[in-house]
């Protein structure tokens, strides 16, 4: 009994070495394909089957649409690529699931008539939108005090001269004014004002 059942077992051992062996050969022939599209397959819906079109050849990966937007993971890639999708039908189904084709180069989404759609570039413009909330200060904020400050004096001083310029105008316009009466006087003969 103990050997039929080591026999049994090195049998079923052995298919199923076999089946692995055949699967992992067909992934390999299918350059991934198969292991995405079964992830795809298993995911109900949740995933979609993605062909990237790079510059020197097609690959497939899984990724998610929400939003309006597909994210999925590009080839030696650590980060997520964004899509926007635009408006209309971009998904297709083909071996009953759900796919949509993308352009790598572009970073835009291939319509399934061929063409490529008229969307932004999501990636390139959260890139600047992150560039612009992190970038660094030009000046902290004790810098700006301090050139408040220096503007504030400035301001100041200009105001200084121009009062005192018209108060000097002022006092001496008033000389004048003393020198001529002064001059009435004396020749009237009544006295003179000092």
């Known amino acids: 009994m ?6 049994m077992m090195m049998i079923g051992a052995s298919y199923i070495a ?12 299918t350059g991934g394909f198969l292991i995405k599209f079964l992830r795809v397959k298993v995911s109900n819906g949740k995933r ?11 690959y497939y990966k899984t990724g998610k649409i929400s939003e ?22 971009v998904l297709y189904r083909s071996m009953k699931v759900w796919c949509i084709d993308v352009d790598e180069d572009t970073n835009q989404v291939i319509l399934p008539s061929g063409e490529l759609s008229d969307t932004y570039d999501a990636e390139k413009y959260d890139q600047l939108i992150t ?6 200060s030009l000046m902290d904020k004790n ?10 004096v400035i301001l100041g001083v200009v105001i200084i001269i121009f ?3 018209t108060m000097d105008e002022n006092v001496t316009t008033l000389l004048t004014q003393v ?10 003969g009544v006295g003179v004002v000092s």
């Open 2 to 7: 103990n050997e039929a059942l080591k026999e």
């Open 18 to 29: 076999i089946i692995l062996i055949g699967f992992a050969l067909m992934n390999f022939l």
């Open 48 to 58: 979609v089957l993605v062909k990237v079109k790079g510059v020197t050849d097609h």
């Open 68 to 89: 309006k937007a597909l994210t999925y993971r590009a080839r030696a890639q650590k980060e997520d690529k964004i899509i926007t999708i635009p408006d209309g039908n």
């Open 131 to 136: 560039r612009a909330m992190y970038k660094p």
């Open 143 to 152: 810098e700006k005090i301090m050139l408040l400050m220096i503007g504030a």
């Open 163 to 165: 009062y005192t310029k």
């Open 179 to 188: 020198s001529e009466l002064n001059k009435m006087v004396s020749t009237s």
